[in-house]
């Protein structure tokens, strides 16, 4: 049986190497480590392994410190890994065999990367050069990304390269916490400029040194590097394995850029090559969204979704075709008023991905705004297996942000019953309790935490809404006399005195912090306390109301208030004429309102203004049905022996 000798180079890697080599200490016959200048336990931990450790002073080359580590190797065969690797064990025995083949002179492998939250990690697959035979004339080259097929490739243009299909390697090091710690970027920029410098025609070095531009957030500078790349590649040959990702490196940067024609035109072109991308198709999709292309978008989407297994040379990324496009497709049905379609696909990306909790949401809010509660709780208990506390805050939060507090109350309940206990939550819990108008339960809640000197303020302010919602003028005085005594911000300190109805003149509030405001202003509309909004409202500046009228015009029409939501709606339209929310808005204000030619007129206008934006359109169209409804109602009604009008009125109740 072939020998193997694993070869490393490590630094400071006691918290990663016990891993690597534990995964590698059954198939390979010695294992090589090369050390750089370590200060901690690495070549302690490797020792204990039967490692021959070797020091080596490092002159700023990858590649001479690997070649120091093969040099040293007696095996027939070289595998390298990473510290921040490990061999997947159960592949061990497909190892042994990729070795016994005697036409090969070594192999990709696939790899599996982790990356992004170490708790919640994803996962993107690719192919390495990571096994070759231990011959003198196979050395590294590069003193960053080091490669050594070229000089396989060198002396012998036709040796056999393979892929080991059942083997696999596992990748940690893009994990954002390894990226933090290691400042891999920053070093990686810092030699890749010198290795452009020292070969300014290789186009692998090009690639890489654009891709850590990329991670590193330089997207036109990447632009550029990547471009210098690609004009020198054709897609065969020895740059096979990397040219797809290449093209996908140019579109996502493009894409950061903003710059989504551009990168469209590379969609183009990547996909006339590898038709059965599917990451080219997303990012298609994202640039199309972008430009308020949606029919190419949603084509661009779906194809993505229809598509295989993608093969490892694409290093495809997870969720392109799963949940990350589902999401989009639920997001255009929406532009185009289909909130049941975009239900669909956001319950398609969720089922693909219960960790995306990005789309539960979305789901959470289409269903709060058009179902019924009872069918809120059906559609959410099918959904959702919530048999952890975690699971139930989780889904109780997002029902609390869409201000459906009954059903919040009773996910936070379960989360109880589950062992959850916090202030935090405590005071959440409260919260929905004050909203249903279970206010010794909300006391008891928040009389736990009244000295608690982290939550003191937040206690205090619920306490203060509770009695104001009661008309409670003794308990409101006495909470808000404390809380004054606090000494807190002076806005802050203003809505305090507003709900203590205080004669303090006209107030104004900074942008920063009328969301405390706003949360309040909801809150009373939500509990039917609409006098209260109206009274609070009338003692605020001119100046504020009008920085605010749009989001005012949006609460007052959420809950019905159309009259004050037209007022505010004009105060918008008096200082931004020709903003396209609110103009839909009025048009929505003025249906609601049954007064169809005015809405007609507000839509019309929107659509004018942005017709890339198909709401207005949409909204526009059920006007006009509505008006044909009246027209036709009217005919019938002053010609009665006419039956045409009485058929097509007979027709359209049917169609309603």
């Not at 035109?265 to 308020?292: F, I, M, T, W």
């Not at 009954?406 to 309790?433: N, Q, S």
């Amino acid at each position: 049986m072939p020998a193997i000798s694993l070869c490393m180079i490590v630094r400071d890697e006691e918290k990663s190497i016990a891993k690597c080599l534990t995964s590698v200490k059954e198939i390979a016959n010695e294992i090589i480590v090369v050390d750089t200048g370590s200060n901690d336990d690495t070549k302690k931990i490797a020792t204990s392994f039967g490692a021959k450790v070797i020091d080596f002073d490092w002159n700023g080359s990858f590649a001479d410190a690997r070649n120091a580590s093969i040099e040293a190797a007696k095996g027939d065969w070289v595998l390298f890994l990473d510290a921040d690797e490990y061999l997947d064990i159960a592949t061990h025995e497909a190892l042994r065999k990729a070795v016994t083949h005697g036409d090969v002179e070594g192999y990709y492998i696939p790899i599996v990367n982790f990356f992004g939250n170490e708790q919640q990690p994803e996962q993107c697959k690719e192919l390495l050069f990571r096994l070759f035979r231990n011959r003198r004339e196979y050395r590294f080259r590069g003193i960053i990304h080091e490669q050594v097929l070229n000089s396989i490739l060198e002396k012998d243009r036709n040796a056999k390269i393979d892929i080991a299909h059942d083997v696999t390697i596992y990748h940690y090091g893009y994990l954002d916490s390894q990226i933090r710690e290691k400042d891999k970027i920053n070093r990686n920029l810092k030699i890749l400029e010198q290795q452009i410098k020292d070969f300014p025609e290789d186009r692998y070095v090009q690639y890489q040194y654009g891709l850590d531009l990329y991670r590193a957030e330089r997207y036109g500078e990447s632009i550029e590097m990547l471009k210098k790349s690609l004009a020198g590649l054709k897609p065969g040959g020895s740059a096979g394995m990397y040219y797809p990702k290449l093209i996908r490196l140019l579109i996502m940067a493009h894409y950061q850029a903003h710059r989504y024609e551009e990168a469209i035109e590379y969609v183009k072109y990547g996909v006339s090559l590898y038709p059965d991308y599917a990451d080219l198709y997303h990012y298609g999709g994202l640039c199309s969204y972008e430009l308020r292309d949606y029919g190419t978008g949603f084509e661009y989407f779906k194809r993505a979704t229809a598509l295989g297994e993608q093969p490892y040379i694409y290093g495809s990324y997870p969720g392109v075709r799963g949940f990350r496009s589902y999401f989009y497709l639920g997001k255009i049905c929406e532009e185009f008023e289909r909130a049941e379609e975009a239900l669909g696909h956001y319950l398609a990306a969720f089922r693909a991905n219960p960790s995306f909790h990005i789309a539960l949401a979305q789901i959470i809010r289409i269903l709060v705004k058009g179902e019924e509660k009872k069918d809120i709780r059906i559609a959410l208990a099918n959904l959702c297996d919530c048999c952890t506390a975690d699971a139930n805050f989780l889904v109780g939060g997002m029902l609390f942000n869409e201000r459906c507090y009954e059903i919040a109350g009773e996910y936070f309940e379960a989360a109880v019953e589950r062992g959850l206990k916090t202030a935090e939550f405590d005071i959440w819990r409260a919260m929905c309790f004050v909203q249903q108008d279970k206010y010794t339960e909300a006391l008891q809640l928040l009389d736990q935490y009244i000295n608690d000197r982290e939550q003191q303020v937040k206690v205090m302010v619920t306490k203060t809404i509770l009695f104001w919602f009661q008309d409670d003028v003794f308990n409101v005085r006495g909470i808000t006399d404390s809380l004054i005594q606090l000494g807190l911000d002076e806005d802050f300190l203003a809505i305090v005195r507003l709900l203590r109805s205080e004669d303090i003149g006209l107030v104004n509030i900074r942008a920063d912090s009328s969301e405390l405001f706003f949360d309040i202003l909801l809150r009373a509309m939500d509990h039917g306390n609409v006098k209260k909004v109206d009274g609070i409202l009338a003692k605020m500046q001119e100046e504020w109301i009008k920085m605010s009228a749009c989001r005012l015009m949006q609460m007052y029409l959420r809950y019905n208030q159309l009259d004050e939501a037209e007022r505010y709606g004009r105060i918008c339209l008096d200082t931004t004429p020709d903003d396209f929310d609110v103009l839909v808005c009025m048009g929505e204000i003025k249906t609601k309102k049954a007064e169809f030619w005015e809405a007609a007129e507000y839509y019309r206008a929107a659509a004018s203004l942005a017709p890339y934006r198909p709401k207005a359109y949409i909204n526009l169209l059920k006007v006009y049905d509505e008006l044909s409804l009246e027209a036709l109602k009217n005919a019938a009604e002053k010609h009665p022996d006419i039956e045409l009008f009485k058929t097509m009125l007979a027709q359209e109740a049917a169609r309603q």
